[in-house]
Structure formats: structure tokens, C-alpha cells
């Protein structure tokens, strides 16, 4: 199966460019390449500039400014910043009331000034944008159709903007070819102030210097390569960018007093003739410079070497203070891109999880023509698109190390009309995905994969019927997926579970506004689909699953009392709390309210001396993910602890039944394995020595949380997959007290 690689389609049909250089001029002739039966039109001084691109088809409407506004469905600002706000006048006066309006330039933050001024309705429709994309050259002439081509175009959003808006300026620049990312303005101002005004200023700096030195005429004649690479972008159009540092002053004053502040220590070290500390300097930026060149040209090979392994090493001892938050939930998080995507409106979404994980699936909309801005400090914003609204993704959908995302998405996909292929990394690719195929293939699904039951799914969009689906095990990414297949199917989908499982999806989807039957505390939980979900705002809890590790290090040390803040209590995910209680663990809750429709609270936990439990099997689906960690407080515990009926923890990330009770024989715990379970005999003392984590996020923090009881070092292969699902977990174990260092093999 390929997929497809058509244009996205445009609600308009008209569409007016006002400024026909070399931006403009690329934007129209690629649009008329990409989608021949659009009426675009130009308006420039430059009346040669007109003739040509009319002679040359390009262009097949013309009239006046007045007149070629009035009729168009999508303008285009492509003209130097400070002249844009001259515009919006215009565009107010003669627009029709439905146009959308965008523009192209570097600077963001003059253009909300602008709007202020402007009636809410007309300010609704301009979505602000910039592709990353250009030359030194100018005028139509130099206009490229390729020109964007899997090039970046960031998207700035207004806080006011509507998301029918967004979502055809997204579909635009999707037409193009180009690959759309979002940014707040501000943000985007202080981005592009560093990574283009700067060199541009410096570029224009030096070239001029050179020029006024009593040798310049050698100076230039005897200029090699690297002059002529450094100041290539000194040749752009100097109009332009004299505007562009007028318009982004304020951003580009703060980089430059940096950047001088830099030269001056620079000059220090050259001063001092030191060699040793500029040779560093240096090779950092080199080092730098070539992973930007990597991920840009070769992001198969950069992806390989972003899961080059690394290791931690845990020296013992030590203890457990201090009041923290964990990032957010990854699996509210997930679906918080998930369901804002097929929603009408506006969501917004604080304490998101920022992990690669959590990032993939954000990616993973933006390639189906979502807008989304951010995340920046845990807040973003989805511009939905509706139920009806994803655009076929130009390339398969690269889910990294999650398995929620890929189960989901597979649902979601089903049910869409285009094809889509699912992936991920070496350790999802080899996870089995039969359990959502059959129940998926019985509403009609039509789902490819590897002759074992594993990914890549190659996903042939198809018309789905509801079913009644008896889970044979307890599974909320089964039941999640199916629920997502369900809103696009005709009829009922009902889903039952053998035990109860997470709810995240079903408080969700009441969230966003869609009706559902049953749900927690009942087993059965049924939806008829062809409704519509409404946009809302989602503030994500604090990850029980990540606080689960933090739980167990104060639990099972000496002297420590940890606060643990804002985190998800959902009853569908406290096993862990509830274990550790039985096995005599003190932990208080307190500050209990609910956000969004989950249950959030404070947790305090104190030492104390644990003792070994019979885990109830009913518990099993409400801690499935934070078995590792707890399997480390029953070695810590006096006596036995026993668990069965956890078949599930053997189709992880990896066989984390197997992964731990190596690592634990390692530490000099006794213990045995079932085809279901595990027995530990605790109360021994841990040892030390090399642990294997098989890249298993939760197996690698779990270990990092036995150093605080082991008699020697612990060294962790493998860590890489910690940032899956929580980034920065080295220095908030750091924080309140594990002595732990990353270590790069």
C-alpha cells in the first residue's frame, strides 16, 4: 500500500496574492500545479512582474485591488512587514465576510498589534504564518513551485482565530507541500530573532565592515568559500530586511546583546591565547551544527542516533525529600491531542506531557492537518478540524515507543477515508497488535500486519458497523481503540471488560461533549457513533504512573517524607496507592478536587517498614504500569509477595516480568517467575552491580529507585526510552535526592 500523495483539497476556490515576488510568486505557481482549477490572482506594482506570471498561466483572473478582494475566498499577504498593517484596512473594507486571510512574514508579534484595531470577525480569519523557505534572489523571476516542499511553515495562531480559519491556511501550505508546525507569536519572534534575523544582521555586518577597510578591494578579491557561504544572505532584499529588524526590534535587541556579550568572552579567550577552552568551544559547535544538518537532511540516520543508548549509574544511599510535581499524564495527554483534533473549535491543553511519546502523536496530527501550537512550559492549542476533517498523512506515522498511540490511532484510522500506515521503534515494532486487528477487522477494518501480529500497520480506510466486543483481558487501549472506531461507525458499540480498566477515554469524550452509556463503575460502556465532539479546555494531571516511582523511593527509605502535587487519582489507576497501603506504606491524600473530569489530589508519603502482600488480581488492570516499581518495594518489604494473573506485563514495552526478575537476581533477591506472575522473597538487602532496562522506560526508573537501598553501585544500561514518558526524570530524582548520573555510552 502507498500513501496518498495528493494535494490537500481547499474550501476555496479564489485566491488572491498580494505581493507577486519571489514568495508570492512561488506560492502561485505552486498552487496552480497543485490544484489546476483555482482561480488565483496577483496584485504588485511590478506590472512586468503581472504580465509574466499571466502569460505564463499562472495567474487567470486580474481587476482591480478593490475587485480582486471582493471576490476572493483566501488572501495572501506577501509583502514586506511594515507595510502589511496597510493593508488590513483594505481587506476590512472590500473582503467578503467569509474570506480567510494569512501572510508570510518573519515577524509575528506587529501583526496582533495591528489587529487590535480591527473588528473581531475580520481578526477571527487572519491566521498568521511563516514558511521557513526562500533565497537570496528576488522578484517573480526567482519564483519556485518546489519552493516549499517539505520545507517548515510554522503557523501562528491568534488566541481569536477560528478553527475552520486555521484549518485552510493549514490546508494551504499543506498543497504546497510543506510541513506545518505551530508557535505561539511571541515565541516564534524570539525563535526566528536567533536562528534567521541574527545571521542575516551579522551577514549584512561583516560584508560592510570588510567594505570599509583600506584593503577591502583584496580582501574580497581573496575571499574564499566559507566568505562566500557566511555572507550569501547579505544579498537579500535589503527592503525587506530593514523592515524585518524594525518590526522585531525588541526580539532581536535581546539576542544581539547576548550574541555581543558572547563575542566579548570570545575575544577574552583569544586574548589569553586559549587554545585548550576555544578548541572545546568549538567542537561543541561543530558537534552542534552537524546534528542541525543531520536531522535536516537525514532524519532516518538523525532518529537512529537520537536512540543511541545511554546508561545511569546510582551510587547508594541517601533520602527522599521535598515537595515536587511529575510531568503530565501520558495517556491524558495522548488523548488530549486525540480527541481536540476531531473536535470542533478551539481546545486548549495545560500540563502536557512534553516526552517523545506524548510528542509523537502531536506530530502525528500535524501530518493529518491539524493545527497545533506548542507545547511550550506544558500548555498548547489544538485547532480542530472536526470528525470529518483529517487530511490523508503524506508519510507513514511514527509512534516511537507507544503502544497507547498506536492501538488509539488504529481505531481512528480505521474509520477514515484514506489509507495510513502506523510505525514505531524497534521496541514497539515487535509488540502485538492482533488484539485490536480482530475486534477492529470485525466492524469492518481493513488493518495489515507483520506475518507475527506486529507493526507496522498498514491501515486501508473502510465504512465500520458497531459491534458488542467482549474483552478477554482487561485492556484500555483495546477498549479505547474500539470507542474510537465506534464514533465513525454506524450503529452501537459496546465494549465489556472482564475487570475494570482505565476510563480516561470515556471521562473525555463526556468532556468534548459526546454522550455515552455506562462506563466506570459498570463493565459495559457503549456510544453510537456519527455524533460530534465540541472543544473544550484540558488541564492534564500530574502522571501517577511517573509519580509511582517517587511513591516507592520515600515509601521504602529511611528518613523521607516526599510531597507529590496535583496528581491523577483516578480510580481506574490508584492500584499503586492502594498496594502500597496494604503492604503498610503511609500515604495521605489531601487537596482533593476534580479538573476537567478527573480526579486530582496531593500525595504525602512517609517511610515506613513494608511488608510483604498476596496481590489481589483484581488490582492488576488499575497498576499495570507501575508493576516494576512496586516489584522493587516487595524486595524491600519483609516476607513474600506474590502476583498472578498479570499476563499482560509479558507484552509491554518487553517482558517486564522477565526484565525485572533479572535485574533483581542481579541485586541478590530470591524470587520466581509464573507465565502470569512473579514471587519475591523480601527483606534480604539489595546488592549491586549491571542492570540491562532492554530500553524499557519503566524498568530503567524502577532500578534507579532501588539504588536508594543497595549495599553497592547500580549501573543502568539502556535508559534512552526514559524520555518517552518522562523527561527530565535525572534531575527531579536529583532533586529530592537520588543519587543518580547519565552517563552517554
Not at 557 to 579: A, D, F
Request: charged content about 20%; proline content about 5%; hydrophobic content about 45%.
Amino acid at each position: 500500500m502507498s500513501l496518498l500523495n495528493t494535494a490537500a483539497a481547499l474550501n476555496s476556490q479564489r485566491i488572491c496574492i498580494v505581493g507577486l515576488g519571489m514568495i508570492g510568486g512561488s506560492i502561485a505557481r505552486g498552487l496552480r500545479r497543485a490544484l489546476p482549477d483555482l482561480t488565483i490572482s496577483a496584485v504588485d506594482q511590478d506590472a512586468e512582474a503581472l504580465k509574466t506570471a499571466w502569460e505564463d498561466g499562472t495567474l487567470t483572473a486580474s481587476g482591480s485591488i478593490e475587485e480582486l478582494l471582493s471576490s476572493a475566498d483566501l488572501v495572501i499577504l506577501a509583502v514586506p512587514p511594515l507595510t502589511l498593517p496597510n493593508f488590513l484596512a483594505q481587506l476590512q473594507t472590500h473582503a467578503q465576510s467569509h474570506a480567510v486571510f494569512t501572510d508570510v512574514g518573519s515577524v509575528k508579534t506587529h501583526i496582533i498589534e495591528a489587529l487590535a484595531d480591527c473588528d473581531a470577525n475580520f481578526a477571527s480569519r487572519f491566521v498568521p504564518g511563516h514558511p521557513i523557505a526562500g533565497s537570496e534572489k528576488s522578484g517573480y523571476l526567482a519564483a519556485n513551485p518546489d519552493l516549499f516542499a517539505g520545507r517548515k511553515l510554522i503557523l501562528t495562531p491568534l488566541p481569536q482565530n477560528s478553527a475552520a480559519a486555521a484549518a485552510e491556511v493549514n490546508r494551504l501550505w499543506r498543497a504546497l507541500g510543506a510541513e506545518v508546525l505551530g508557535m505561539s507569536p511571541s515565541r516564534h519572534d524570539e525563535v526566528l530573532a536567533a536562528t534567521s534575523h541574527l545571521p542575516h544582521l551579522l551577514a549584512y555586518a561583516i560584508v560592510d565592515l570588510l567594505l570599509h577597510q583600506d584593503s577591502s578591494e583584496d580582501i574580497f578579491r581573496y575571499a574564499a568559500g566559507g566568505f562566500a557561504d557566511f555572507s550569501r544572505v547579505a544579498s537579500s532584499n535589503a527592503q525587506m530586511w530593514s523592515d524585518v529588524f524594525v518590526a522585531n526590534a525588541e526580539a532581536t535587541e535581546k539576542v544581539l546583546d547576548q550574541y555581543i556579550d558572547y563575542l566579548r568572552s570570545l575575544k577574552a579567550l583569544i586574548n589569553q591565547r586559549a587554545g585548550e577552552d576555544l578548541k572545546t568551544i568549538f567542537q561543541r559547535a561543530k558537534q552542534t551544527r552537524d546534528n542541525f544538518v543531520l536531522r535536516i537532511l537525514n532524519p532516518a540516520q538523525a532518529m537512529a542516533m537520537n536512540n543511541t543508548p545511554s546508561s545511569y549509574r546510582i551510587s547508594p544511599g541517601g533520602s527522599v525529600t521535598g515537595t515536587i510535581r511529575v510531568p503530565g499524564d501520558k495517556s491524558i495527554s495522548h488523548r488530549s491531542i486525540i480527541f481536540g483534533a476531531l473536535a470542533k473549535g478551539v481546545t486548549r491543553v495545560t500540563g502536557f506531557l512534553e516526552g517523545e511519546d506524548a510528542m509523537n502523536t502531536v506530530a502525528a496530527f500535524r501530518e493529518m492537518g491539524v493545527t497545533v501550537t506548542g507545547p511550550e512550559n506544558g500548555e498548547l492549542t489544538i485547532f480542530g478540524v472536526g470528525m470529518q476533517g483529517l487530511q490523508p498523512p503524506r508519510k507513514p506515522l511514527y509512534m516511537g515507543n507507544s503502544g497507547t498511540a498506536m492501538r488509539l490511532l488504529a481505531g481512528l484510522l480505521a474509520a477514515q477515508p484514506f489509507d495510513s500506515e502506523l510505525t514505531g521503534d524497534e521496541s514497539l515494532s515487535g509488540r502485538p497488535m492482533e488484539r485490536i486487528v480482530k475486534p477492529l477487522g470485525q466492524m469492518g477494518a481493513s488493518i495489515e500486519m507483520s506475518a507475527a501480529g506486529t507493526p507496522p500497520l498498514r491501515i486501508t480506510g473502510a465504512d465500520l458497523v458497531g459491534l458488542s466486543y467482549d474483552m478477554p483481558v482487561a485492556s484500555a487501549q483495546v477498549k479505547s481503540s474500539l470507542l474510537l472506531a465506534g464514533l465513525f461507525a454506524e450503529g452501537k458499540t459496546s465494549v465489556t471488560e472482564p475487570a475494570i480498566c482505565r476510563d480516561h477515554t470515556e471521562r473525555m469524550l463526556r468532556g468534548f461533549g459526546y454522550e455515552l452509556e455506562g462506563g466506570y463503575p459498570e463493565a459495559v460502556v457503549t456510544l453510537f457513533g456519527g455524533g460530534s465532539l465540541q472543544a473544550t479546555s484540558i488541564d492534564v494531571p500530574a502522571d501517577i504512573s511517573s509519580a509511582a516511582f517517587f511513591l516507592v523511593a520515600a515509601a521504602i527509605t529511611p528518613g523521607s517524607e516526599l510531597i507529590l502535587q496535583h496528581v491523577g487519582v483516578n480510580p481506574t489507576r490508584t492500584g499503586i496507592i492502594e498496594l502500597l497501603r496494604q503492604m503498610g506504606a503511609r500515604i495521605e491524600v489531601s487537596n482533593e478536587k476534580e479538573v476537567g473530569g478527573e480526579p486530582v489530589a496531593d500525595l504525602t508519603v512517609r517511610y515506613s517498614s513494608l511488608q510483604g502482600i498476596e496481590i489481589d488480581p483484581a488490582l492488576v488492570p488499575l497498576t499495570i504500569d507501575e508493576f516494576p516499581v512496586l516489584f522493587v518495594a516487595a524486595a524491600c518489604a519483609d516476607g513474600r509477595t506474590v502476583l498472578r494473573g498479570a499476563e499482560e506485563l509479558r507484552v509491554k514495552e518487553g517482558d517486564r516480568i522477565e526484565a525485572m526478575a533479572e535485574g533483581l537476581k542481579t541485586l541478590g533477591i530470591e524470587l520466581e517467575t509464573f507465565a502470569d506472575g512473579i514471587r519475591i522473597e523480601g527483606g534480604t538487602g539489595l546488592g549491586g552491580g549491571i542492570i540491562d532496562s532492554h530500553g524499557d522506560h519503566r524498568i530503567a526508573m524502577a532500578f534507579a529507585v532501588a539504588g536508594l537501598r543497595a549495599s553497592a553501585e547500580i549501573e543502568i544500561l539502556n535508559c534512552q526510552n526514559v524520555a518517552t514518558s518522562f523527561p527530565g526524570f535525572v534531575s527531579q530524582a536529583t532533586e529530592v535526592g537520588l543519587k543518580i548520573e547519565e552517563l552517554s555510552d
